[in-house]
Nanobody
């Protein structure tokens, strides 16, 4: 059973930085794509950033130039800089396997105060 465990959320002031981590129970190379999604209260879940097994990255327009996704061994990271109140949300780690299975973590809360 694949498990994704997020960590690194918390409270930060606007303009600050946070780094999220997602530890997987399996080998990252077994996933076609891994990424981070977020969901703010009253809003649908949205893709923030994704990285393929080949290292190609993709970002939401709202975070380009501020967020960076990376991976190493069994962990996926999301470095978030210049955080704004609109970035406040629950952040979820996601993995999409080569057998077309979707896996989700339980989420970690990021709160950005103005």
């Amino acid at each position: 059973q694949v498990q994704l465990v997020e960590s690194g959320g918390g409270l930060v002031q606007a303009g600050g930085s946070l780094s999220l981590s997602c530890a997987t129970s399996g080998n990252i190379a077994s996933f076609k794509t891994m990424g981070w999604h977020r969901q703010a209260p009253g809003k649908p879940r949205e893709l923030v950033a994704a990285i393929t097994v080949g290292g190609t990255t993709n970002y939401a327009d709202s975070v380009k130039g501020r967020f960076t996704i990376s991976s190493a061994k069994n962990t996926v990271f999301l470095q978030m800089n210049s955080l704004q109140p609109d970035d406040t949300a629950d952040y979820y780690c996601h993995a999409f396997s080569f057998s077309s299975m979707n896996y989700w973590g339980k989420g970690t809360l990021v709160t950005v105060s103005s």
